[in-house]
DNA sequence: ATATATTTTTAGATTAGTCTAAAATTTATT
DNA sequence: AATAAATTTTAGACTAATCTAAAAATATAT
């Protein structure tokens, strides 16, 4: 049995893994989790106890196939009821990421199945990424960031990686939404930043970090 | 802020309440937490300071106001996820029991609100029981239970006031749903129990403990 | 390559919720 | 009304998750 408290854990170590090949580093997770660095170290020999992640001291931390399987559920549950709450409650986009993770920690294997089956059987949450299916495994999206998509290709806008509702409302307030076609007009080369025209129309500045958390499909 | 525990406490004194006049044990609340009376009284001091309950050690205990407000506020989202998940997820109403005493802590009232409002703002949940509105006022739903009900008179069954899953299987088995018609044949002195025609059809003896629990309409 | 800075871990405390065993209080019995 | 029985509270301890401050290990920089 994992806790509520576990499960965050092995969430964000699961995040962090995705964008690094390296091991985790201790801070790392302390940033995200909102907990001081000795507070991590101790929740990490806690779950190296468990056999969920592979932890040896001033080392790093990574997750083991049982940790990473047990992210995967969590993370299945956290899309799903975001679902939920866009398709069927009408929440916006940007409004349903604190709700999701409540809902995320709710323990019954029945009631995924069934929401699962009640929304569709969804293959994409309201943020354009992809629902690990039962068995804990993430299907490939192959989506790309816009960030490394090179001058004067035109994209399809397929999801974000970023979900906070600043980001989100931002994108709103530029006419960024999924399924719109983007045009890499200019690359600035000092910053990275880009010039693009959205949906054909309006020519819009943005910055490489918000460029990064745009997954596109060429 | 009300924890979860602390949130399952204000529930438990309020069915409590429901049933007797007087003040409410230390021990009544100990049986119904599953936990020991030592513990019980830790949390009541914890809860009379926060203005929720009032208690005079010795003397029992009994909701505020504002703690009665809490646990309708509980009580409300505990009945209206069971109508989610009987009416739109398709589970049986002896299976949502455990999963709603999860989902009734979910903190957002804007999901509680939506959520009510996708339901179609029911009235009452898979058992019969009256939703608290948002204000947490609880409607009366003005039922009796079948154990005050004279020999020979027709009633309608609309609840159940005990919500385990062998209760419920039971009267599935000997036909007892809401909305049958049932009709008192014989009233045993010795021991109350009772010999009951249901829906017209079949002949059926129940103990006064089962007729206790169900709540019918003249 | 040694000193300095950064990161990580240890040690010891804290809070919420629980427990057992013993003491205090209330209730019931004769 | 005194005593026995039952209930409730106190005292002290435990676990999970957190913290601060200090020590240890690793990484960086001259």
């Given amino acids: 049995m994992t806790s509520f408290t576990e499960e965050n854990y092995l969430k964000i170590i699961y995040k ?28 990490l020999r806690k779950l190296s106890e468990k056999q969920l992640v592979n ?19 969590v993370i299945r ?27 995320e920690h709710i323990d019954s294997e029945e009631l995924v199945y069934k929401l699962d089956e009640f929304l569709g059987f969804p293959k994409f949450d309201p943020h354009g990424d992809p629902i690990p299916d039962a068995q804990g495994r993430m299907p490939e999206s192959g989506y790309k960031n816009l960030s490394e998509i090179p001058v004067n290709q035109s994209v ?50 943005i910055s490489t970090e918000v460029a990064k958390n745009l997954l596109v499909k060429t």
């Fill in 16 to 43: 962090l893994s995705a964008e690094t090949e390296s091991e985790i580093s201790t801070n790392a997770v302390a940033e995200l989790t909102q907990t001081k660095a000795a507070s991590v170290t101790d929740m």
């Fill in 55 to 73: 932890y040896q001291k001033y080392q790093g931390v990574r997750l083991t196939e049982l940790g990473e399987k047990v992210a995967l559920t």
């Fill in 77 to 103: 549950k956290h899309r799903l009821w975001e679902v939920f709450l866009v398709e069927k409650l009408r929440f916006n986009w940007d409004e349903v990421h604190e709700i999701a993770e409540q809902l």
């Fill in 156 to 205: 399809i806008m397929m999801g974000v990686s970023q979900h906070s509702a600043t980001f989100l409302q931002y994108l709103a307030k530029i006419g960024l939404q999924l399924g719109v076609e983007i045009c890499v007009f200019e690359i600035n080369d000092f910053d990275k930043s880009l010039t693009i025209k959205i949906g054909g129309a309006n020519d819009c500045f």
